[in-house]
């Protein structure tokens, strides 16, 4: 077999082993020139890209507005200003026009003089640290140089008392100019003082004549609720002052019961035979 035959024989045999599956994989995976590996960008270069065109467009953004971060905000949000300002420039002088403010009247409440002073007590009477007295001899000495103890005045009993209630000198003068020094034992003296009861009140009580008929609780109690001269009158005038304690005067007042309303349990027969607090739901159920 000469060199030719031998070669095509060698080929041949090639040819028949030939795996042709093989072989187009192996092409298949094999990149050519013109179609090299994608390489990813990475995460990187991706953020500092999104960086740089943020702060290129913020750039922009205040040039625009003359590098004004106001005017930058108020272009997006809006100003709250109502009226613009007008401003006119003659020769060297510059005019603001600015527009006329409308200021609203303003209602000031009218205040009570009695009711001033009782909140006026009330936040006194919260800080007991501001009130200061002498030593228990000093008191008791001063209220004598004042003559306050002795005869239709403070005995030294009372006064002591009063000085552990630490009611101060200045008050138990108040009491005996006003007149009622002789009128009040020391306990009235010092529930009065501690429930900042001013003496207008009880002045108003004495000229109505009603102090006869009240003990110092019940003044007390008056004041607290508010209780008026003109419904304690008309419960004088009606006959029903003598007969109800300050209880059932407040809360009479409270629940607006007319003194209409007891003379018709009077007619009815029914007025002795209720307490007060039957008397205010009966009235409630009929008149709400």
Do not use: C
Request: net charge negative; charged share 25%.
């Amino acid at each position: 077999m000469d060199m030719e035959q031998q070669g095509r024989f060698k080929k041949r045999q090639e040819d028949e082993n030939f795996d042709l599956d093989s072989y187009l994989d192996e092409q298949s995976q094999r990149p050519t020139q013109s179609q090299k590996p994608i390489e990813e960008e990475p995460a990187g270069s991706f953020l500092k890209n999104a960086i740089l065109g943020a702060a290129l467009l913020g750039t922009a953004f205040l040039w625009y507005h003359d590098w004004s971060p106001k005017q930058a905000f108020d272009s997006v949000f809006g100003t709250e200003q109502a009226t613009p300002v007008a401003v006119e420039q003659s020769g060297n002088r510059i005019v603001i026009d600015i527009p006329d403010i409308e200021i609203p009247d303003i209602q000031i409440p009218d205040v009570d003089a009695e009711e001033l002073e009782r909140v006026i007590q009330d936040e006194l009477a919260k800080l007991p640290e501001l009130v200061t007295l002498p030593s228990a001899t000093d008191y008791l000495a001063e209220l004598k140089q004042k003559g306050l103890i002795g005869d239709n005045k403070l005995s030294t009993f009372d006064a002591t008392q009063l000085y552990n209630a630490k009611v101060p000198i200045e008050y138990l003068e108040q009491v005996d100019a006003a007149g009622y020094l002789d009128d009040f034992n020391f306990i009235a003296i010092s529930e009065l003082y501690k429930n900042n009861v001013p003496f207008s009140y009880i002045n108003q009580l004495d000229e109505g004549g009603f102090l006869e008929n009240i003990n110092f609780i019940g003044i007390s109690e008056l004041y607290k609720n508010n209780v008026s001269m003109e419904y304690l009158s008309k419960l004088s005038q009606s006959g029903y002052l003598n007969d109800l304690n300050f209880i059932a005067i407040t809360e009479y007042y409270k629940a607006g019961v007319t003194t209409e309303f007891l003379d018709e349990l009077k007619q009815k027969d029914l007025y002795n035979d209720l307490n007060f607090v039957s008397v205010v739901e009966l009235y409630k159920s009929e008149n709400n």
